[in-house]
């Protein structure tokens, strides 16, 4: 009888006789269900916007499991049986909310919402676990929950917008141990009242989800033989296998029918999330019905763990702490491992990744696994099943073996009680003396440092170290008996063993010349591959990792290093720098083992973040002002919020994927597809050639320029698009898009053009129109003669940043009647998509109806840089007249949208002896990439940025180089963050210069009011405006900026291995608002329906929209009693029933659209003012209702559209903020944690704080990201490789600043403004250069701290690159400051002696 397969998802039952075994599960959900909460980010297990939860039953025990997975990588043939809870499973706005979503919605936790289902299922699986758990009963209303696994709940999710903060908040809202004051602002209760209490927040525990339904469960208990049967769930007919032993695994291996065929063993498939599957596989092998695979055995000789069992199990397993039995040694070595394994990935990778799995890619695929690492030193061994034998062999030859092929099976891993390796291991025991050992100590460390401490980032080295240390009666000496050293990660084939470093310690006592010998023989070891990116950085970590283990053992280390206790205003208190690292040892080690604490205090991995907020509302435009929770916000929550994807697919719907270059500059002779199983699922291309009669080949055209939609015969730039593939899915297109091979031929073109030096040797520029081209302030050469010091040609390079919206481009058009066609598409502005897609096709533009409803994340990438993908959208169906859609995925979103403007800076300038400056000039080529796009406005906005200080005078030559890289567009704040950088650079380098204190040098170069109208000449408003010097003043205040300078020097100066910076940077931002249209009608129910030109990006343009109509409209009653916030909705951007929508960026979108709307409400006032009057004197007062319904019955028209244009006396205006950051660097690992962050922005009198305040926490996180992390690279040729969640590392939970606080400053009064407020979207992102330049002054202590007494003068004189990563922090603190400091250390006992 033919299986089928049968599982729940959120309560219903779904049975499938035919599967496609590729097919994955949010694939499933996504296409074949009416579940949409499950979102595509990434499709390879690095960002949870996919995370489901998962539950599974046993028939005989009756335990339902559950635990979060990524559905992206989960294939759905293994979830036979299981049932599966989507964020719409636990609430829906059918049947309630869960208290998840409301808390979301509450504590404003989510934007553009694309994120948030993700997030909800990962709190949802944190909160159900630890509920399991036997820990006492929490108060009513909270969860069993702690503090700090709240915060980690969603350690491994992404989220662009919020900046994390609010959502940890919601986490731990949840958690008894917090103090609910201490949590963010929420609808929930007035900040500073005493009602912050769990009564008034949605109750935990008061809505049951039903995780695992009955009729599945009798269905299991019914239809099987229990034992036997149960895990025999295999699919054949499907060409999925699930043997239940080994022998059956090789009879289907041997068969016939197998071994022609392309057939893959699995077990969780997160494999494929590392190593992407371009083709099909024939026939599926789930491992997991195999018993013997799953099995966990303790024996006297240590513990097994069959190689399907996952890391989340084996964490738990090792992490038991009933173990009475165990030494103290052994379970110091378990939990060990155990704590490290919880770094691996994140919980909804782990809880599907199996150690067997991970294993395999390690000696098969060369993969940088944290667990070869760890279970190498501690002496594991590994039982292997060949196609002939089975065999038992130590891990580390397991590892050093040939790639072993696809039919050898690991069966099991085991892990023995470290005493007895270390004992029996006869190490070198002639070595040693003959004293007799008093004491024997195991120590085992672990060390990881990667990108982001709590996993979730591939480490740059892994290590563990294994030692069994003696300590001797008479002399007290620790002497090393045995010791296992292994090391991973750092671009080596596999994890190794420092084999002769081991030797060589081996009898010896630590002292620092013993440390420097094995310091050089690991040198000779630890030798990354060729090409291996931070190859010095990595070696060099290695024998960072040595040091930090052996240095508590430093026999001539007779001091401890002191540390230091912070005061209440440092958040360092209570900070540990764990970045990755892992360390401790056992508690019976002699004393000096717990010098330990004070080298590596960076122990805590709790993270305990805190913050605080402080708003100042504003009353007199009530409901504006208020800072009420975003409008469909509970939508976005439980997943019912429809994004572009989320819309059903029409019949006959196609889907289509890119094929891009590789070469930047070739003639493309031809494309042909390789014969595979995916390209054979291909139903056509599209290309220049599909292009209408009429048409033009084009795939953006707006007021700055026009580009080709393919590229025909020449390509110009790697990533540029050749054509689309059309498949029957969109999994089909992509994989064939794939099987691409494009013929490039270069035959007598010119080279390249590759830097923006080769496109100022070529002459290669965009022309900036001069009404875009930026004034010079003052005479440049009066300037520097005034000065006393000079500073001549000093160089600044700064890179690119890509947008990483969560939701990739997509689009999705329909062919109409009559050459119509209805393009929906994510985009930022509509207006182009239906101008160039009109163009593209040779249609009018009313034949092209462009309907955007909301977008998951722009960034400014949804902008021009989404036309291209609706209009081949558009071209593909026009063209097939079918229904055609387009899903970008990552890599190919990230290789051709291009991101922020690279630049080279040249900068000379002239200042006095007290730090002012008298003159800058500045020269900036700016890399635009192959076309236009937006980057004329750059020099303009940079040039705004830059002039945030008072030069003096000011000259500049900017110029827009055009090169043959991908295009660059306006990414959040485009040239203003550029902008800022420099200025603060420059800044930095004059105090340097100087060698004085670089805020004293900020201080003095502030405008005054007077300057600051000479360079913001018309923006500036009155003088009681300019708040930034207040601002300031008041910051550091608050921030106890001066206290806490003096503490970070005293704990510098007791702290060699960690150093603190701290640094004040202020904001001036210039914005300019544009002409926008705003419809408002009112039904005949009283409801209303308001259309504007912005669009709904997650900035909360809705929100305020829909609170600036309830205001103006509720002015008919001055009382303001008629409450119309809730008859309003805001709908979709439709380019036919609104037009000249423009272009949703600038920052200022929001409150343009606020004004628009304002205007058309007046105008409804005005008609409907008499006709109230009247009735009102006939009636008394009325309602809303009566009169909307008199003034249908006397035909006034209840329906105003205006187009707002602003005066030019306002058109832009001078936005102020400062930023005060601490930040703590490890000197051994180059890691840097931010310890706090206090923020003021005014906002004047904000349209909706809860909004603003989450536009300036996100902007800050999404500014950490461009200073501090993200490493945007491409190769020779341009292309970019920094292309998935694997390679460009976005700021996590666990990168944000551990202390952050913001305030909101309501300056007033602005006449100008939309009801004076003012905008918040980009100008705060800048601020985050306070952490660039605090992580600068504490490698300036660094490098104090290590420098040689001749030269000392270099400490301060370097450039600390954009994103300040951890190789770049660590290159510059000193490679080698270990050896510096041994040898110091050798050197002083020497003398002494
Ligand atoms: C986003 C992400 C982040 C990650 N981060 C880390 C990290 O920081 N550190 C780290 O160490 N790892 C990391 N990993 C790797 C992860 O641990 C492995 O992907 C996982 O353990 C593989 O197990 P699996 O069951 O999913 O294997 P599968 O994907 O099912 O299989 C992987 C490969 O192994 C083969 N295979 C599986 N089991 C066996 C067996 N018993 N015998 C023979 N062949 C077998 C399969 O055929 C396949 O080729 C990460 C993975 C992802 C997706
Ligand atoms: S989409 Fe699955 S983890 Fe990103
Ligand atoms: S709200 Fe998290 S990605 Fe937008």
Redesign the pocket.
């Known amino acids: 009888m033919a299986r089928k397969l049968v599982f729940a998802v959120n309560g219903e039952r779904f049975e499938l006789a035919q599967v496609d075994p590729s097919t994955t599960l949010l694939e499933f959900l996504r296409t074949q269900t009416r579940f949409r909460g499950p979102k595509l980010g990434c499709g ?3 960002c949870g916007a996919c995370v489901v939860l998962l539950s599974t039953y046993h028939p005989v025990n009756g335990q339902v499991k559950e635990f979060s997975i990524s559905s992206c ?1 989960t294939l759905l043939c293994s979830i036979n049986f299981c049932s599966v809870t989507t964020s719409e499973g636990l609430g829906n706005s059918e049947d309630g909310f869960h208290p998840i979503h409301e808390r979301f919605a509450g504590f404003h936790a989510s934007q553009c919402g694309f994120c948030t289902p993700g997030m909800c299922m990962s709190l949802f699986s944190a909160l159900t676990n630890a509920d399991k758990t036997s820990r006492p009963e929490p108060p009513g209303g909270f969860s069993k929950i702690t503090k700090t696994e709240a915060e980690k709940a969603i350690a491994g999710n992404l989220c662009r917008c919020t900046g994390y903060r609010s959502i940890v908040d919601v986490c731990k809202s949840f958690a008894a141990n917090v103090d609910l004051e201490d949590l963010g602002l929420n609808t929930f209760w007035k900040k500073g009242n005493k009602d912050a209490t769990v009564c008034r927040l949605p109750r935990h525990g008061h809505k049951r989800i039903c995780t695992f339904p009955e009729f599945l469960k009798s269905e299991i208990k019914s239809s099987m033989d229990i034992l036997d049967n149960f895990k025999n769930m295999g699919l054949p007919e499907c060409q999925w296998y699930r043997p239940t032993s080994i022998e059956e695994l090789y009879e289907l291996l041997n068969s016939d029918a197998f071994l022609e065929s392309h057939v ?11 190593y992407k599957e371009n083709d099909l596989y024939d026939k599926y092998i789930d ?1 997991k019905g195999i018993p013997e ?1 799953s099995v966990i055995r303790r024996d006297s000789g240590g513990v097994s763990f069959g ?2 069992v996952t ?1 989340s199990m084996a964490i738990e397993v090792l992490k038991q702490k009933n173990e009475s039995e165990l030494h103290s040694n052994e379970r110091l070595v378990f939990s060990k491992i155990a704590d490290h394994m919880d770094k ?3 919980p909804f ?1 782990r809880n ?3 150690l ?3 294993l ?2 390690a000696q098969r695929s060369q993969f940088a ?3 070869a690492t760890i279970l190498l030193a501690a002496g594991s061994t590994i039982c292997l099943q060949t196609a002939s034998e089975r065999l038992v062999l130590p891990l580390e030859e397991f590892l050093q073996r040939p790639p072993c092929d ?1 039919r ?3 069966i099991n891993i085991h892990i023995p009680f470290s005493t007895s390796v270390m004992e029996s291991s006869s190490g070198a025991k002639g070595c040693i003396d003959s004293e007799p050992t008093k004491e024997a100590n195991i120590l085992f460390e672990t060390y990881r440092a990667a990108p982001r401490p709590l ?2 980032a ?2 740059y080295v892994n290590s563990a170290f294994l030692a069994h240390v003696t300590s001797y009666n008479i002399s007290g000496d620790l002497v090393i008996h045995n010791i296992h050293l292994a090391f991973g990660a750092y671009g080596s084939e596999h994890a190794v063993r420092a084999r002769k470093v081991e030797n060589f310690l081996v009898g010896k006592s630590v002292t620092a010349s013993v440390l420097l010998g094995a310091i050089k023989l690991l040198k000779e070891t630890i030798i990354p591959n060729e090409h291996t990116p931070h190859s010095r950085y990595r070696s060099s970590l290695a024998i960072a990792f040595l040091f930090k283990f052996f240095q508590p053992l430093l026999k001539d280390l007779s001091v401890p290093e002191k540390n230091v206790q912070m005061s209440v205003s440092s958040a360092a208190a209570t900070i540990e720098n764990s970045n990755g690292c892992i360390s401790g040892f056992a508690d019976d080690l002699p004393r000096r083992a717990s010098n330990v604490k004070q080298l590596d205090q960076a122990n805590n991995p709790d993270l305990i973040l805190s913050s605080e907020q402080m708003v100042e509302f504003c009353k007199d435009y009530h409901p504006v002002g208020d800072p009420i929770k975003k409008t469909g916000v509970e939508l976005q929550a439980s997943g019912e919020a429809i994004y572009v994807d989320d819309i059903p697919s029409p019949k006959y719907c196609l889907y289509g994927a890119f094929v891009n270059s590789t070469r930047p500059l070739a003639h493309i002779k031809g494309i042909k597809f390789k014969s595979t199983s995916s390209s054979q699922k291909a139903f056509t291309f599209i290309g220049a050639d599909d292009i209408p009669k009429g048409g033009q080949n084009v795939g953006l055209s707006c007021q700055y320029g026009t580009e080709s939609l393919f590229a025909h015969s020449l390509t110009e730039c790697a990533g540029q698009p050749l054509g689309i593939v059309i498949a029957e899915t969109q999994r089909q297109a992509n994989m064939a898009a794939k099987q691409a091979d494009v013929q490039y031929c270069t035959e007598n073109l010119e080279p390249p053009i590759l830097s923006v030096e080769d496109a100022v040797r070529r002459s290669s520029f965009f022309k900036v129109p001069p009404f875009l081209c930026p004034q010079k302030v003052g005479d440049l050469s009066k300037g520097m003669a005034e000065a006393d010091h000079k500073i001549l040609s000093a160089e600044v390079k700064l890179g690119s940043q890509y947008y990483f919206y969560m939701e990739t481009q997509t689009a999705l058009a329909i062919p109409d009647e009559d050459n119509c066609i209805l393009v929906y598409t994510s985009t930022q502005c509509p207006e182009i998509a239906q101008g160039t897609i009109a163009k593209c096709l040779g249609i009018p533009a009313h034949n092209v109806r462009v309907i955007t409803r909301r977008v998951g994340g722009g960034f400014g990438g949804k902008g021009p840089r989404s036309v291209p993908v609706a209009t081949a959208c558009a071209l593909a169906a026009f063209r097939l007249r079918r229904p055609v859609r387009m899903y970008l995925d990552r890599k190919t979103d990230m290789i051709m949208t291009g991101g922020r403007h690279p630049m080279h800076i040249n900068y000379s300038v002239g200042f006095k002896a007290d730090g002012k400056i008298t003159a800058l000039h500045v020269d900036i080529l700016v890399n635009a990439g192959i076309t236009a796009d937006v980057s004329i406005i750059i020099p303009c906005n940079m040039v705004s940025a830059l002039k945030k200080y008072n030069w003096g005078a000011l000259s500049f030559d900017i110029r827009l180089c055009k090169t043959n890289f991908s295009t660059k567009s306006a990414m959040r704040g485009p040239g203003e963050v550029q902008g800022t950088f420099i200025a603060e650079s420059v800044i930095e380098h004059v105090a340097s210069f100087l060698s004085i204190d670089v805020n004293s040098v900020r201080k003095k170069n502030l405008h005054t009011y007077d300057s600051l109208m000479l360079y913001y000449e018309g923006s500036t408003g009155d003088a009681p405006e300019y708040t930034l010097p207040t601002m300031i003043d008041e910051l550091a205040s608050s921030a106890s900026y001066f206290d806490r300078l003096e503490i970070i020097r005293h704990f510098n100066s007791c702290n060699k291995w960690r150093k603190r910076g701290i640094s004040l940077v202020p904001v001036v931002y210039q914005v300019v608002l544009r002409p926008t249209p705003g419809k408002v009608s009112i039904l005949t129910d009283g409801s209303i329906v308001v259309e504007v030109g912005g669009i709904e990006i997650g900035q909360g343009l809705w929100t305020k929209v829909k609170q600036m109509t309830a205001f103006a409209l509720g002015q008919l009653w001055v009382d303001g009693s008629q409450n119309l916030l809730d008859r309003v909705r805001i709908i979709q951007a439709d380019t036919l029933s609104l037009v000249q929508g423009g272009l949703t960026a600038g920052s200022t979108t929001s409150e343009a659209s606020c004004e628009a709307v304002r205007l058309s409400c007046n105008v409804l006032v005005d008609r409907l003012k008499s006709l109230k009057q009247s009735l009102e004197d006939k009636t008394g007062s009325i309602s809303w209702d009566t009169l909307i319904f008199q003034a249908n019955m006397q035909s006034v028209n209840l329906s105003e559209s205006t187009y707002w244009v602003p005066e030019d006396a306002s058109i832009s205006y001078l936005n102020f903020g400062a930023a005060i950051s601490e930040v703590e660097v490890d000197v051994l690992t180059g890691a840097t944690i931010i310890l706090r962050t206090d923020l003021v922005y005014d906002c004047g009198q904000s349209l909706n704080p809860a909004v603003d305040l989450g536009q300036i926490e996100g902007a800050f996180v999404q500014g950490i990201g461009f200073f501090m992390c993200e490493e945007y690279l491409e190769n020779s040729d341009g292309l970019v490789i920094s292309d998935g969640t694997w390679t460009y590392k976005i700021p996590t939970i666990d990168t944000i600043p551990r202390q952050f606080n913001v305030k909101l400053l309501n300056s007033g009064h602005h006449e100008k403004r939309v009801l004076s407020s003012k905008a918040s979207g980009e100008p705060p992102l800048v601020l985050a250069s306070s952490i660039h330049s605090a992580t600068r002054e504490a490698i300036i202590a660094a490098r104090m701290e290590f420098s040689s007494p001749t030269g000392s003068d270099s400490s301060s004189s370097f450039r600390l690159e954009v994103p300040a990563t951890m190789p770049v922090v660590k290159e510059l603190c000193g490679l080698d400051n270990v050896e510096k400091y041994l040898k110091n250390l050798v050197s002083s006992h020497q003398v002494k002696a």
């Open positions: 390879e297990g690095g990588l893959k063993l699995v077990v969780g498939n997160t494999g494929s999330g590392v491992l695979l190689a399907a890391i691996v990935a994140t990778i599907m990744a199996s067997g799995g991970n395999i890619m696994s944290d667990v696809d050898t099976v690991l996993g979730n591939i480490a």
